[in-house]
């Protein structure tokens, strides 16, 4: 198995970045419908590659969470098939806190408190026993009007 390589495209503008995104999203047929995915390519956060093949896209949106009443950074990520169960994920979810933690330390104007994600994948349900994620920091909060698990990730100077 190779290793991966992990890199920060937060806050970036490189468009062969969000064009890679969105061949891998429709590669992988891990985003349905015709939509278009340049708005989602915009808030790239972490990209793993396998050599130059991305297999991991972590994105972030910062916007008003009324659950927790503060803003966060809305984290969703998408690992190719072939790469899940191996953790790419739980990496991609801790840069991701890393990096949106050191911006929002960097932009205190934003005022945002954390990490937020809600669970969808399947290769999660075992997971989703355990109340926090420890390396990526999240933990289970409550849960939406689709009974899907609602997580955060509190950043290191957030104030309630």
């Not at 985003?31 to 972030?60: F, H, K, M, N, W």
């Amino acid at each position: 198995m190779s290793e991966l390589r992990y890199r920060s495209v937060w806050q970036a503008t490189d468009t062969a970045d969000q064009v890679g995104a969105m061949k891998f999203w429709r590669d992988n047929e891990l985003i349905t419908g015709a939509r278009d995915l340049a708005p989602r390519a915009a808030q790239l956060c972490v990209l793993a590659y396998d050599a130059s093949e991305i297999v991991g896209v972590a994105t972030a949106r910062v916007r008003a969470f009324e659950l927790m009443k503060r803003r966060f950074a809305i984290f969703r990520c998408s690992v190719a098939p072939a790469w899940r169960r191996r953790g790419v994920a739980t990496e991609l979810a801790a840069r991701s806190r890393d990096v949106l933690q050191a911006w929002a330390l960097a932009n205190p104007d934003q005022d945002v408190q954390g990490m937020a994600c809600i669970v969808l994948g399947e290769e999660l349900k075992v997971k989703q026993s355990e109340p926090i994620w420890p390396r990526s920091g999240l933990a289970l909060v409550g849960y939406d009007d689709a009974d899907h698990q609602v997580r955060v990730a509190w950043f290191d100077k957030a104030a309630v």
